[in-house]
C-alpha cells in the first residue's frame, strides 16, 4: 500500500526555531538524517519518492481566470500560518509501518541534536476513485 507522509510546520505545531536560526552543523546533522533515512527506506524497497519544497516566500497560487491569463498570487501568504516543508511517499505492508515511518522521520535532529517532533501528516494514496462514482 502507497501512502504520502506531509511535513507541515507551523507556529503553533513546532516549538523550535526557524531553520534560518540553526547553526551550519545543526543544518547538516538534520540534512544527514534525512539522507540517512531516505537509503535506509530505499534499501528496503519502501521509497517512492522524496522531495523537500523551497521556502513558502517562493510560492505561487494560480487560479483559472475565465477568458484571460491566470491569476498568479505570490507568497509570502500572511494569512497562512502553516505550510508544507517535504513529503515522502512510500510503499509499505500497511499503515502500521507508515506510521512507524512517519515517527521516524518526526524525530529528526534540530538545534542542539534535539528531536524536532515535527508532525507529519500519514495519509493512504488512492490506487483508483471508488467504485460508485
Not at 507541515?8 to 547553526?23: N, R, Y
Not at 531516505?38 to 481566470?65: K, W
Request: glycine residues 10%.
Amino acid at each position: 500500500m502507497k501512502y504520502m507522509l506531509l511535513m507541515q510546520f507551523s507556529e503553533k505545531t513546532v516549538d523550535f526555531p526557524g531553520i534560518g536560526q540553526w547553526t551550519p552543523e545543526e543544518l547538516q546533522d538534520h540534512i544527514r538524517f534525512m539522507k540517512d533515512t531516505n537509503l535506509e527506506l530505499a534499501e528496503a524497497g519502501e521509497l517512492v519518492d522524496a522531495q523537500g519544497l523551497a521556502m513558502p516566500e517562493t510560492a505561487r497560487i494560480v487560479r483559472a481566470h475565465q477568458g484571460g491569463a491566470p491569476v498568479i498570487t505570490e507568497g509570502p501568504f500572511p494569512e497562512t500560518k502553516e505550510f508544507l516543508a517535504g513529503w515522502w511517499i512510500v510503499d509499505c505492508d500497511g499503515e502500521e509501518r507508515a506510521v512507524e515511518i512517519a515517527a521516524q522521520v518526526s524525530a529528526a535532529p534540530g538545534p542542539g541534536g534535539r528531536p524536532l517532533n515535527m508532525p507529519i501528516e500519514v495519509r493512504q494514496v488512492m490506487s483508483a476513485p471508488p467504485t460508485e462514482l
